[in-house]
């Protein structure tokens, strides 16, 4: 026995044991890897299981909205027919209050009646003129917008059981609201005004629709301007260019661009586009550049992937039927590599969905109320949106950005969903 072998007090350890020991100590270290990782992915799982519950929690309120109905008088004598798009509606509505409530005598009684309903069931009852004068002189009995504060109420977002000091809506006003209550005047409907109108000052006429159709807008031309532009850029990157310095100095820059924080982007974006080119502030063409300009990286990176995973089998066998460079890439690599580039393009522009810092810089973070119709039009985008809402003060905000967020968020889990489905449905194993 030489001195380099293993002894113990029983002699000389024999070779099986050595190993078994060494068996043993990797199967405990695969047992803790595999412990570590199960718990890696349990708390990922129940950290987006809380910010999901907590945003359905505090957001499904917002889908449905508190009406008060009211028998409106269409008085003439408000409703001048010379003048029907200026008349005074607000006054129709106070009479209608009043004609429930005639007990409210005082300025400040008065006061606290009216502020039950909200500003835009003025706007309500306008356009119902305008859509049909014939209902002058008639009296309807019409469904309106009640105000944030009773909303809240309602839906049990202020403890009616506080102290008045403690509430935004006073004793007087719970009576009122208790009696329309029993009267069958109070009923929560689903809110078509949220996800049908723009932003607005009030909270319960604040919708996501003007927000929804500004990064519509935005992301066409992102994807018009990215799509083709970084598939060529691959394309050439990957079967035509020549390896030199300087496409290997491209390459090192489009991965350098692709980690850049994207608010340079959005300055970028404000120097060139805004101040150099003239284009209109706060439009969906202008995000859209910016936009294109952060997702290129993404888009080119993927579609080199996607280029490299062809075999070269492919290749050499169009070679080797007479095809031409052309011919091979465009009709043998291209159609093999499209759903790998698809999947990227997707995935990059669900990240240009969900930006906000770019947009900021070049003025989208405007209050819009009126809904884009074009890409020149002043438009903003959902996250900006959320992060208006998130900074007002209103309680009925906080409902309303939450529900902005599911929105938000469900258009990105349909945008990933759709590259996972275009790469099972099209991925070739080789």
């Avoid at 607005?200 to 532009?229: C, D």
Wanted: glycine share 6%; charged share 20%; net charge positive.
């Amino acid at each position: 026995m030489s001195k380099s072998d293993p002894v113990d007090n029983n002699g000389p350890r024999r070779a099986i044991d050595i190993v078994r020991e060494g068996l043993e100590k990797r199967y405990r270290a695969e047992r803790r890897f595999r412990r570590n990782g199960f718990l890696a992915i349990t708390i990922s799982l129940f950290s987006l299981f809380v910010l999901f519950a907590s945003m359905i929690i505090n957001g499904y309120s917002a889908f449905w909205q508190t009406y008060i109905r009211l028998d409106i008088f269409f008085d003439a004598e408000l409703l001048h027919q010379e003048a029907l798009a200026s008349a005074d509606y607000d006054g129709l509505v106070k009479n209608a209050l009043q004609t429930v409530f005639p007990d409210a005598q005082n300025r400040q009684e008065r006061r606290d009646l009216f502020k039950l309903v909200s500003s835009g069931a003025a706007f309500e009852l306008r356009k119902r003129v305008l859509d049909d004068p014939a209902i002058i002189d008639q009296r309807k009995s019409v469904w309106v917008l009640a105000d944030d504060d009773v909303d809240m109420l309602i839906k049990g977002h202020q403890g009616r059981n506080l102290p008045e000091s403690e509430r935004r809506i006073n004793n007087r006003q719970l009576q009122w609201l208790d009696f329309l209550k029993a009267e069958n005047r109070i009923e929560k409907r689903l809110n078509w005004t949220f996800l049908s109108h723009g932003d607005s000052r009030e909270p319960e006429m604040a919708g996501v629709w003007g927000a929804t159709m500004g990064s519509f807008l935005t992301l066409i031309i992102t994807l018009i301007l990215s799509f083709p532009i970084g598939v060529a850029a691959a394309v050439y990157l990957e079967e035509f260019a020549p390896k030199n310095r300087w496409t290997d100095l491209i390459e090192i820059n489009i991965n350098n661009l692709a980690a850049v924080p994207s608010i340079v982007f959005g300055l970028l974006g404000l120097a060139v586009f805004l101040n150099f080119f003239g284009l209109p502030r706060s439009a969906p063409i202008v995000g859209g550049f910016v936009l294109a300009l952060m997702t290129l990286p993404v888009i080119i990176i993927a579609s080199r992937s996607a280029l490299k995973s062809v075999p070269p089998s492919i290749r050499e066998a169009a070679l080797g039927v007479g095809a031409s460079k052309m011919q091979m890439v465009f009709h043998h690599v291209l159609p093999l590599a499209l759903p790998g580039m698809l999947t990227g393009t997707i995935i990059g522009m669900a990240r240009a969905l969900g930006e906000t810092a770019p947009l900021l810089m070049i003025g989208m973070v405007a209050f819009i109320v009126d809904i884009p119709k074009g890409f020149t039009d002043p438009a903003t985008v959902l996250p900006v949106q959320i992060y208006l809402w998130a900074d007002s003060p209103e309680r009925a905000f906080v409902e309303r950005t939450s529900a902005a967020v599911i929105i938000l968020l469900a258009f990105l889990i349909i945008m990933n969903a759709a590259a996972v489905i275009l790469r099972k449905r099209f991925e070739r194993r080789w």
